[in-house]
């Protein structure tokens, strides 16, 4: 089980009687869509609804019903000035409390989530892979840094799946459709045959490959030298060019986590039901006591 839901089990187990806080409707402008869900104990918290003060009404009157024993209500917020906010919209709240079987069945839901999010391959665990790896592991996707050097991989400490492949080609085929494929190796002939492995593939979300224009140049004439027609319209590079000139890994990493979920959760993606970025996801923790970018292609 990977640690968000290690995390998520513990919550739902250890922090005894639990509110579950679920946007049940949504009119207009809201920080989250509908479906949402946040889960309150006593002195812990599990997600988020949005935060602001729709949020802080939620977790107060979630606690005052676990002070007084009340097993159900239902909110009807208006996010205006009433409250001190200016979404503009409406939401409906439904706030009950989560019997064992609740708890069983949000788990169990939880899992079918992480089961479905969309895939996102670092085809490369050097220091701009590894740091991708540090990113990724906060946000709704399942990662799989992949290298064929032993000594890198293991210099990941990233929460993600570390895959060592002596042929990446391979798990590229065997990717799902919609999957997202960052590629940067140590090597630019590497380079080259894996991103037209990705590229071929037909059914990628993105794909990017690391370098410049220059790289981007000599990559479509390598295409076209091994006879090769496939259109290479598809490809990033340089991948997270956003107007930065800073190289640094991390903040390389930062635009191209960026781009990446662009990609994931545009309406293109979205109509394709491939995954299913919308709904809550786990990790998404808040554990206290109180309460994308312009890209070069060419």
């Known amino acids: 089980m990977a640690q968000p839901l290690r995390d998520l089990s513990d919550f739902l187990s250890l922090n005894g009687p639990v509110i579950r806080?679920?946007?049940?409707?949504?009119?207009?402008?809201?920080?989250?869509?509908?479906?949402?869900?946040?889960?309150?104990?006593?002195?812990?918290?599990?997600?988020?609804?949005?935060g602001g003060q729709l949020e802080y009404i939620a977790i107060d009157r979630a606690?005052?019903?676990?002070?007084?024993?009340?097993?159900?209500?239902?909110?009807?917020?208006?996010?205006?000035?009433?409250?001190?906010?200016?979404?503009?919209?409406?939401?409906?709240l439904s706030l009950a409390r989560m019997r064992p079987s609740d708890k069983r069945e949000a788990l169990t839901h939880a899992q079918d989530q992480a089961a479905h999010l969309p895939h996102v391959y670092v085809m490369g665990a050097g220091h701009v892979g590894r740091?991708?790896?540090?990113?990724?592991?906060?946000?709704?996707?399942?990662?799989?840094?992949?290298?064929?050097?032993?000594?890198?991989?293991?210099?990941?400490?990233?929460?993600?799946?570390?895959?060592?492949?002596?042929?990446?080609?391979?798990?590229?085929?065997?990717?799902p459709a919609g999957s997202a494929f960052v590629v940067l190796t140590h090597d630019h002939a590497l380079d080259f045959l894996l991103t037209l492995a990705a590229l071929e593939k037909g059914n990628a979300a993105y794909v990017g490959m690391i370098g410049s224009a220059t790289k981007r140049a000599k990559f479509r004439n390598w295409v076209r030298q091994h006879g090769d027609d496939h259109s290479t319209g598809q490809l990033i590079c340089p991948i997270g060019a956003s107007g930065s000139r800073d190289k640094r890994p991390s903040v390389i990493a930062a635009f191209v986590a960026a781009e990446v979920i662009a990609d994931l959760t545009s309406e293109t993606a979205a109509n394709s039901q491939q995954w299913d970025m919308g709904a809550p996801v786990p990790g998404n923790q808040t554990d206290r006591k109180d309460p994308a970018a312009k890209r070069a292609r060419d």
Do not use: Y
Request: proline share 5%; charged share 30%; aromatic share 2%.
């Open 63 to 92: 606690r005052e019903m676990l002070r007084k024993g009340v097993l159900n209500l239902d909110l009807d917020v208006p996010l205006g000035p009433e409250i001190g906010q200016c979404c503009g919209g409406r939401v409906e």
């Open 21 to 50: 806080v679920t946007l049940r409707r949504v009119r207009g402008s809201s920080p989250r869509d509908e479906g949402t869900e946040m889960f309150v104990a006593q002195d812990r918290l599990w997600s988020t609804i949005g």
């Open 131 to 175: 740091a991708l790896a540090e990113l990724f592991q906060h946000l709704p996707v399942r990662c799989i840094l992949i290298d064929s050097r032993e000594e890198e991989l293991v210099r990941c400490r990233a929460d993600v799946e570390t895959r060592l492949s002596a042929i990446p080609e391979v798990d590229i085929m065997n990717a």
